[in-house]
């Protein structure tokens, strides 16, 4: 009787995949045979986790992690050559869904996680500007952390969690000043000075409690 997950059939039927795939590239019927053939490995494996995720996800809560990390590593092998700039931008999306995913099984108590898929998700976008434009991708960067801290402040579960908006504010205006295309360093400073002097003089015409 055959056995249900003998290792030979299943090291056999990775060969036989492997060799008509090399067969289909040969004969120019497709291209990038070797990360298609990885693409549907890691992609089998990243389902088997997702897999068990949708069983028991309270259990099988780290499920999610292997699970969507190894389906950005397979959409990222699926990519064509013309499109090989955004690997890591997929690689890192598929990092930052599982932190995301992590969040939302308790956005009040795992509101943390925000702060990882972000930063994964920032340095995604960076690696793309990387590959495709030539300025300086710092001020992108700090952009990028800004903005996930507002998503600390503003997404479910954030109605005490109003403190982020501060290194999200500051984040954000060191990333528009370090950005040199944007030409905002020469209002940023003026644009601040307004802001604080506005801010006292609210502060002592305000009648006091």
Do not use: C, Q
Not at 180 to 194: D, E, K, M
């Amino acid at each position: 009787m055959l056995r249900k997950y003998d290792p030979r059939l299943i090291f056999g039927g990775l060969l036989v995949l492997g060799g008509l795939l090399s067969l289909l590239d040969a004969m120019g019927l497709i291209g990038n045979a070797g990360g298609i053939f990885w693409g549907l490995i890691w992609g089998a494996v990243g389902v088997y986790f997702l897999y068990l995720l949708t069983v028991d996800r309270t259990r099988n809560w780290w499920a999610a992690f292997p699970g969507f990390v190894f389906v950005g590593m397979a959409l990222s092998s699926f990519l064509p050559d013309s499109l090989d700039a955004l690997g890591g931008l997929v690689f890192f999306a598929g990092i930052s869904l599982a932190f995301f995913w992590f969040y939302f099984g308790d956005v009040v108590t795992r509101w943390w996680a925000i702060i990882p898929a972000g930063v994964l998700l920032t340095l995604g976008v960076v690696s793309v500007l990387d590959e495709l434009t030539a300025f300086d991708t710092g001020g992108v960067f700090f952009v990028g952390l800004g903005l996930t801290f507002a998503l600390v402040a503003i997404l479910p579960g954030g109605g005490g969690r109003s403190w982020a908006f501060i290194p999200a504010v500051v984040l954000l205006i060191m990333g528009t000043l370090l950005v040199p295309s944007l030409g905002l360093a020469t209002y940023v400073g003026p644009a601040l000075l307004i802001l604080l002097g506005g801010f006292f003089v609210f502060r002592f015409f305000k009648p006091s409690a």
